[in-house]
């Protein structure tokens, strides 16, 4: 069962060595579990995206540089996320400020081949038995 995504939820990069938390502006004024929900345009580098640490994909061109300048050997540098296009799918069925929202069964993409994915929606349920 997918989660909706809200505000510090928290995300990996395929290429990164850190994870980051997922920042949300309160918009929307809609809430998931006490904090601002998530839509699929929450993507914006450094706003929405924080660094993920160090990058390690080759296709970075500071990635690209630093191996190449250490003949050869993969050298990992500082992560600046480039997303461009919107998480994918989303929940088009759940619409938050026109907006498709968030699940944590989405990806995105950034542009130097990593695959961002969240590894928790920010928000539990409690089940009582």
Not at 44 to 54: D, T, W
Not at 116 to 125: M, N, R, V
């Amino acid at each position: 069962m997918a989660n909706l995504v809200c505000m510090g939820a928290a995300m990996q990069c395929s290429f990164g060595v850190a994870p980051s938390s997922l920042v949300v502006l309160p918009q929307n004024a809609v809430l998931a579990g006490g904090a601002p929900a998530a839509t699929i345009m929450d993507n914006a580098p450094i706003v929405n995206i924080p660094p993920f640490g160090m990058c390690s994909s080759p296709s970075n061109p500071t990635v690209a540089a630093a191996t190449a300048a250490a003949l050869g050997v993969l050298t990992p540098m500082p992560c600046v996320p480039v997303t461009a296009a919107p998480w994918t799918p989303g929940v088009p069925t759940v619409m938050i400020g026109n907006m498709p929202a968030l699940n944590d069964q989405s990806k995105l993409m950034c542009n130097w081949g990593g695959v961002i994915q969240i590894s928790f929606a920010g928000q539990a349920t409690v089940q009582s038995s």
